[in-house]
T-cell receptor
Framework: GENVEQHPSTLSVQEGDSAVIKCTYSDSASNYFPWYKQELGKRPQLIID?????GEKKDQRIAVTLNKTAKHFSLHITETQPEDSAVYFCAASQGGGADGLTFGKGTHLIIQP | GAVVSQHPSRVICKSGTSVKIECRSL??????MFWYRQFPKKSLMLMATSNEGSKATYEQGVEKDKFLINHASLTLSTLTVTSAHPEDSSFYIC??????????FGPGTRLTVL
């Protein structure tokens, strides 16, 4: 089955700086890669996703890049703000709407004021 | 996105009892729903795929007789934890996928087994 590795487990950055979280996956059949943000005790919220036919996607301060050859994808958050503090999870699936997600172990992002 | 609700949000039960958790898709008819489990400060683990009108598909290592899933309608899936034990204490979250891939999660149910 699919295995998703995520690094780092904790990331502390100064407010206004950029944050980068990296994930690798093992199954070359995976073609859908979402990123979720989870605040303590809350549900995971989808923040951005990318499909394997695209190399990069951007939404305001958030961007995701995908390297299919190397089987890794990254989340980039620019101009970080205190409200960006949360746990971020990457995930992978073979898509199709009938496939569950395999999650990475999560990154606790801390924005220092 | 999709609007997903879960009930109850929190439940405390005694060891050996059964607990039922409901997952409702409020604005979308879901032929498929997913159930995940999340231990404290850990990641989400897919438990099973719930299929409307047919048997659920369980992930390796998940006991289907312990975690009973019923998906009787296009808007409701239930997860019953049978003969719960303290090690079953966890955050149980369901999700639906209204588009081809994107999954939206319910608010989760915190289960504590004493």
């Amino acid at each position: 089955g699919e295995n998703v590795e995520q690094h780092p487990s904790t990331l502390s950055v100064q407010e206004g700086d950029s944050a980068v979280i990296k994930c690798t996956y093992s199954d070359s059949a995976s073609n859908y890669f979402p990123w979720y943000k989870q605040e303590l005790g809350k549900r995971p919220q989808l923040i951005i996703d990318i499909r394997s036919n695209v190399g990069e996607k951007k939404d305001q301060r958030i961007a995701v890049t995908l390297n299919k050859t190397a089987k890794h994808f990254s989340l980039h958050i620019t101009e970080t703000q205190p409200e960006d503090s949360a746990v971020y999870f990457c995930a992978a699936s073979q898509g199709g709407g009938a496939d569950g997600l395999t999650f990475g172990k999560g990154t606790h992002l801390i924005i220092q004021p | 996105g999709a609007v997903v609700s879960q009930h109850p949000s929190r439940v405390i039960c005694k060891s050996g009892t059964s607990v039922k958790i409901e997952c409702r898709s409020l604005d979308f008819q879901a032929t498929t729903m997913f159930w995940y489990r999340q231990f404290p400060k850990k990641s989400l683990m897919l438990m099973a795929t719930s299929n409307e009108g047919s048997k659920a598909t369980y992930e390796q290592g998940v006991e289907k007789d312990k975690f009973l899933i019923n998906h009787a309608s296009l808007t409701l899936s239930t997860l019953t934890v049978t003969s719960a034990h303290p090690e079953d204490s966890s955050f149980y979250i369901c999700s639906v996928a209204p588009s081809r891939d994107t999954q939206y999660f319910g608010p989760g149910t915190r289960l504590t087994v004493l």
